[in-house]
């Protein structure tokens, strides 16, 4: 009996083994035959072996790209071959959607003010966009609740699913999960509607890639059911150049912290492989857009050189080379000349070797380039002498394979029909292009659900997560003579918390600092906080971050906070002992705070209730710093724009990090 049914079960293994084999050899072929979800308005569904196809160009009759069933190159080299030159270029630019009123379809075009110089261009009315100028991606700026987003951006679909191939409308995004952003083009959304979590930078404090990727599957989540497929972030960019405008959007100037933080968020974002809960990333600002020549920003033509002194490139492609590995699906390259490092020296989304040697060839990226907004019309480093139509030609003869935030596609046209652009290059960029939106499965079902949107967006579980991070990301920098945690009952006087808080933390609100046992203060540099991590010039509601690229006119920037601002707040800490909690955008030079106050802690976006439950220890402090704080401007000036962590004897080292219980470092 034993020895037969040893017998059966090979018989049944080897039968098992060929139908495995079997299904596996036909799924090379053939996909999963699983009904998916259709989302039709206007498409007529086709019946084609007991299975439910939309007919997208309305011919009667299923063609390969509108076959789920089939493989996604086959179905990209079927749609490709159907487009006419209009609609391959109308792929290739993707500039901001506005929204009529009351979440209405807007169809009124509008003039665009060039926010950095240059010429204005116009924005066209969404049925213009889709139908005319064939463009199918779009920035989504605008922020509104749940319900209303859903039911824009669906209107918006249902116009496109009526065009002639019926490709769907592509919506990405800036970030828009991080406390206290405002609305800034190019940087942030304002992210009232969604869960609140610490600013990148805090992530990275955590040093706890786990929540890390919780974080980004969360933020997925809320994207997706609200029908926005697509986010410009995370950046690459290492903070080795403490006065760049652009640090609080970093993941820090360690390479490696920041690898392991990028690839946790693409995990979540993307996950395992890009599908219907998927959103795509745009990994930025390739090939790192860190080292600008004196710390300025490169929207400007001050700051148009990034620079090399330390030899220190290959560095900052450390977490590039992650992020590829991790399954990258496009990149943004960065406005900035790099110095000494190619033959050309023009923007990085223009040049070839970046772009084409670099990053394709030797890196091994396959995916989508997506340039930097205002590449052809405003940041136009290197290429300032040729017309709007050679820059376009130029980036896509380097490898670009989008235009960001431009509405132009007939540039793109008249290339091609006048034989300055071959049609064969521009159907390189469609594939690559719509390889990602048929695996995020748009081309099935663009729609979203608002009353799955309005459960989803910032609910109670994805903010108590939230509220974990915020506590994490805290750093304590200083913690004299043990004055953390504060005891129950302790008086407090507050500036930039709600005194209402304290009660809730068992401390006592003292309403002048001579009848307090101990000062708080929240600083925001130039201004005091307000409650829940917002400043209080603005008042409630305003951001907390430095908001917009940092227009110096060229000057030499400094990292000190304004004398009017240190003298108040040393005079208080000369009157009692002070504990200060200073939001830390960039590596600010804090020497006089470091010295003077009873404990010094870094925030990185938080509420008032996560920063007191470090402050009384109802939460152990574990977070570390993700840049060093120098000592000097002098100390800043002197250290080399490429280099990590490499300011003279600073204030505060790359990693450093109190708990309780401790007097010294946890790192």
Same mark, same amino acid.
């Given at each position: 009996?034993?020895?037969?049914?040893?017998?059966?079960?090979?018989?049944?293994?080897?039968?098992?083994?060929?139908?495995?084999?079997?299904?596996?050899?036909?799924?090379?072929?053939?996909?999963?035959?699983?009904?998916?979800?259709?989302?039709?308005?206007?498409?007529?569904?086709?019946?084609?072996?007991?299975l439910k196809f939309k007919d997208l160009n309305k011919n009667g009759r299923l063609d390969a790209y509108e076959d789920w069933r089939r493989?996604?190159?086959?179905?990209?080299?079927?749609?490709?071959?159907?487009?006419?030159?209009?609609?391959?270029?109308?792929?290739?630019?993707?500039?901001?959607?506005?929204?009529?009123?009351?979440?209405?379809?807007?169809?009124?075009?509008?003039?665009?003010?060039?926010?950095?110089?240059?010429?204005?261009?116009?924005?066209?009315?969404?049925?213009?966009?889709?139908?005319?100028?064939?463009?199918?991606?779009?920035?989504?700026?605008?922020?509104?609740?749940?319900?209303?987003?859903?039911?824009?951006?669906?209107?918006?679909?249902?116009?496109?699913?009526?065009?002639?191939?019926?490709?769907?409308?592509?919506?990405?995004?800036?970030?828009?999960?991080?406390?206290?952003?405002?609305?800034?083009?190019?940087?942030?959304?304002?992210?009232?509607?969604?869960?609140?979590?610490?600013?990148?930078?805090?992530?990275?404090?955590?040093?706890?890639?786990?929540?890390?990727?919780?974080?980004?599957?969360?933020?997925?989540?809320?994207?997706?059911?609200?029908?926005?497929?697509?986010?410009?972030?995370?950046?690459?960019?290492?903070?080795?150049?403490?006065?760049?405008?652009?640090?609080?959007?970093?993941?820090?100037?360690?390479?490696?912290?920041?690898?392991?933080?990028?690839?946790?968020?693409?995990?979540?974002?993307?996950?395992?492989?890009?599908?219907?809960?998927?959103?795509?990333?745009?990994?930025?600002?390739?090939?790192?857009?860190?080292?600008?020549?004196?710390?300025?920003?490169?929207?400007?033509?001050?700051?148009?050189?990034?620079?090399?002194?330390?030899?220190?490139?290959?560095?900052?492609?450390?977490?590039?080379?992650?992020?590829?590995?991790?399954?990258?699906?496009?990149?943004?390259?960065?406005?900035?000349?790099?110095?000494?490092?190619?033959?050309?020296?023009?923007?990085?989304?223009?040049?070839?070797?970046?772009?084409?040697?670099?990053?394709?060839?030797?890196?091994?990226?396959?995916?989508?380039?997506?340039?930097? !907004?205002?590449?052809?019309?405003?940041?136009?480093?290197?290429?300032? /002498?040729?017309?709007?139509?050679?820059?376009?030609?130029?980036?896509?003869?380097?490898?670009?394979?989008?235009?960001?935030?431009?509405?132009?596609?007939?540039?793109?046209?008249?290339?091609?029909?006048?034989?300055?652009?071959?049609?064969?290059?521009?159907?390189?960029?469609?594939?690559?292009?719509? /390889?990602?939106?048929?695996?995020?499965?748009?081309?099935?079902?663009?729609?979203?659900?608002?009353?799955?949107?309005?459960?989803?967006?910032?609910?109670?579980?994805?903010?108590?997560?939230?509220?974990?991070?915020?506590?994490?990301?805290?750093?304590?920098?200083?913690? !004299?003579?043990?004055?953390?945690?504060?005891?129950?009952?302790?008086?407090?006087?507050?500036?930039?918390?709600?005194?209402?808080?304290?009660?809730?933390?068992?401390?006592?609100?003292? !309403?002048?600092?001579?009848?307090?046992?101990?000062?708080?203060?929240?600083?925001?540099?130039?201004?005091?906080?307000?409650?829940?991590? /917002?400043?209080?010039?603005?008042?409630?509601?305003?951001?907390?971050?430095?908001?917009?690229?940092?227009?110096?006119?060229?000057?030499?920037?400094?990292?000190?906070?304004?004398?009017?601002?240190?003298?108040?707040?040393?005079?208080?800490?000369?009157?009692?002992?002070?504990?200060?909690?200073?939001?830390?955008?960039?590596?600010?030079?804090?020497?006089?705070?470091?010295?003077?106050?009873?404990?010094?802690?870094?925030?990185?976006?938080?509420?008032?209730?996560?920063?007191?439950?470090?402050?009384?220890?109802?939460?152990?402090?574990?977070?570390?710093?993700?840049?060093?704080?120098?000592?000097?401007?002098?100390?800043?000036?002197?250290?080399?724009?490429?280099?990590?962590?490499?300011?003279?004897?600073?204030?505060?080292?790359?990693?450093?990090?109190?708990?309780?219980?401790?007097?010294?470092? !946890?790192?």
């Amino acid at each position: 009996m034993k020895s037969l049914r040893t017998h059966e079960f090979a018989t049944i293994a080897v039968l098992l083994t060929v139908l495995c084999l079997g299904m596996a050899a036909a799924g090379r072929s053939t996909p999963s035959v699983a009904q998916p979800v259709l989302g039709a308005r206007t498409a007529r569904l086709l019946d084609v072996d007991g299975l439910k196809f939309k007919d997208l160009n309305k011919n009667g009759r299923l063609d390969a790209y509108e076959d789920w069933r089939r493989p996604t190159d086959e179905r990209v080299n079927d749609l490709v071959s159907q487009m006419r030159v209009e609609e391959k270029a109308g792929m290739m630019v993707g500039p901001t959607l506005v929204m009529g009123p009351n979440g209405t379809v807007n169809e009124e075009s509008r003039p665009m003010p060039n926010p950095f110089g240059g010429p204005s261009w116009t924005l066209p009315g969404t049925s213009e966009a889709l139908s005319q100028r064939h463009i199918t991606q779009f920035i989504n700026r605008v922020n509104t609740d749940p319900k209303t987003m859903v039911g824009w951006l669906n209107g918006v679909q249902q116009l496109a699913e009526g065009t002639r191939l019926g490709i769907p409308a592509f919506f990405v995004t800036n970030p828009r999960n991080h406390l206290g952003s405002g609305a800034v083009i190019g940087i942030d959304e304002a992210a009232g509607s969604f869960s609140q979590w610490p600013g990148t930078l805090g992530l990275a404090a955590t040093r706890d890639p786990r929540l890390v990727q919780e974080f980004a599957s969360m933020a997925a989540q809320e994207y997706v059911s609200m029908g926005i497929r697509g986010a410009y972030h995370p950046q690459a960019d290492l903070a080795t150049e403490p006065r760049w405008a652009r640090i609080s959007g970093t993941l820090g100037e360690d390479a490696e912290v920041a690898s392991q933080m990028l690839v946790a968020m693409m995990r979540g974002f993307q996950g395992p492989q890009l599908g219907p809960q998927s959103v795509a990333l745009v990994v930025k600002h390739f090939p790192g857009g860190g080292p600008v020549e004196g710390g300025q920003d490169s929207h400007f033509v001050y700051g148009k050189n990034q620079v090399y002194p330390g030899g220190k490139f290959s560095y900052h492609l450390v977490p590039f080379r992650a992020a590829i590995n991790a399954g990258a699906v496009a990149m943004m390259p960065y406005y900035s000349i790099p110095k000494g490092i190619t033959k050309e020296e023009v923007g990085m989304a223009f040049n070839s070797q970046i772009v084409t040697d670099l990053l394709r060839n030797e890196l091994g990226f396959k995916g989508v380039v997506n340039s930097d !907004s205002g590449i052809t019309t405003s940041m136009v480093w290197g290429v300032e /002498r040729l017309t709007v139509e050679q820059r376009y030609k130029k980036a896509i003869d380097a490898g670009t394979d989008l235009i960001g935030n431009d509405a132009t596609p007939d540039y793109i046209v008249n290339l091609v029909k006048s034989g300055q652009l071959s049609e064969k290059r521009i159907d390189e960029s469609v594939r690559r292009i719509l /390889r990602v939106r048929f695996a995020l499965g748009i081309f099935e079902n663009p729609y979203a659900d608002a009353e799955l949107a309005a459960r989803t967006v910032n609910n109670p579980e994805f903010q108590k997560k939230a509220d974990l991070a915020q506590r994490k990301s805290i750093v304590v920098l200083k913690n !004299s003579n043990g004055i953390l945690p504060l005891r129950k009952s302790t008086k407090v006087y507050v500036e930039g918390i709600d005194p209402a808080m304290l009660l809730r933390d068992g401390l006592v609100a003292a !309403s002048r600092p001579e009848d307090a046992d101990v000062c708080i203060l929240r600083v925001v540099s130039g201004r005091m906080s307000t409650g829940s991590g /917002r400043p209080s010039a603005g008042g409630p509601g305003a951001g907390n971050r430095q908001l917009g690229a940092m227009d110096t006119g060229g000057a030499p920037i400094v990292l000190t906070l304004p004398a009017e601002q240190v003298a108040h707040i040393r005079t208080i800490m000369r009157a009692k002992p002070t504990v200060v909690a200073i939001h830390l955008d960039r590596p600010y030079v804090i020497p006089e705070l470091a010295l003077e106050s009873a404990a010094l802690l870094g925030t990185f976006g938080v509420s008032d209730q996560a920063l007191l439950a470090v402050l009384t220890g109802a939460f152990v402090p574990t977070g570390k710093l993700p840049f060093e704080l120098p000592a000097s401007m002098d100390a800043v000036r002197a250290q080399k724009e490429d280099v990590p962590y490499d300011s003279k004897d600073p204030l505060f080292a790359f990693a450093h990090g109190l708990t309780y219980h401790e007097g010294t470092s !946890s790192r």
